[in-house]
């Protein structure tokens, strides 16, 4: 998360969608101190992965215009963005990697998909772990309010990321270096007919807005 009070900014690190160029393009702009959520306090509010509608409670709670700043974030493929949470969850879950060295299973990735949702508990963990709740956040349950209205200015796509961000930045006086293009992942080999539906089906909205030139195979698109 990047906040600048000079520039009347802020980036929201919407998880594993490749947030990590835009915060370090924009890290030397940022002027509130953002500390891991179980730090915390009434001083420092302001967490890695906080949700827009989280920040604003802060904003207003201390009087600052929110809607006075440009409140950027980044999305991603969901298909791809949630074979990405998947990966790193198998990485980071202490529980699912002692159970590994036991010889004993894991949620697979289709088990795990199914058990998720796009809000509220999103994709579960700890509290503290709030890219794994965030991580399968939809658009809308990421970017809006609880009456739907939203909550950034700018949404910016990873795999378009340069070219998002071009206008954006230089509005704010800053130039647009090489931004990371999306990492590669083979994200098609984790998906069969019944988990590529439920992602079509859950994503339906953003996919047609935001990923327009998505195709499916028919028989999956009848089914969502």
């Not at 906080?50 to 009087?63: I, N, T």
């Not at 795990?112 to 956040?137: A, C, I, K, M």
């Not at 130039?175 to 994200?187: K, S, T």
Request: net charge positive.
């Amino acid at each position: 998360m990047i906040i600048s009070h000079t520039r009347r900014l802020i980036v929201f690190s919407n998880p594993k969608t490749g947030s990590e160029s835009l915060r370090a393009l924009l890290s030397p702009v940022a002027e509130e101190v953002v500390v891991p959520w179980r730090q915390t306090c009434g001083l420092y509010p302001f967490y890695p992965h906080m949700p827009p509608r989280e920040a604003k409670r802060v904003f207003d709670a201390r009087g600052w215009e929110f809607a006075g700043y440009t409140r950027i974030t980044t999305i991603r493929n969901p298909y791809a963005r949630l074979v990405s949470l998947y990966r790193m969850i198998q990485r980071a879950d202490g529980v699912w990697r002692m159970r590994q060295r036991a010889g004993l299973p894991v949620p697979g990735f289709a088990e795990w998909l199914r058990s998720t949702q796009t809000d509220g508990p999103g994709g579960g963990g700890r509290r503290h772990q709030r890219w794994r709740r965030f991580g399968t956040y939809s658009v809308a349950a990421w970017t809006r309010d609880a009456g739907g209205r939203p909550l950034v200015s700018h949404i910016l796509r990873l795999e378009h990321l340069a070219e998002d961000a071009a206008s954006v930045l230089q509005d704010i006086g800053r130039g647009v270096p090489h931004l990371n293009a999306a990492p590669r992942i083979d994200w098609q080999d984790w998906y069969d007919a019944e988990t590529t539906a439920l992602v079509a089906l859950r994503y339906r909205d953003e996919l047609c807005k935001f990923y327009p030139d998505f195709s499916l195979d028919p028989a999956i698109a009848r089914a969502a």
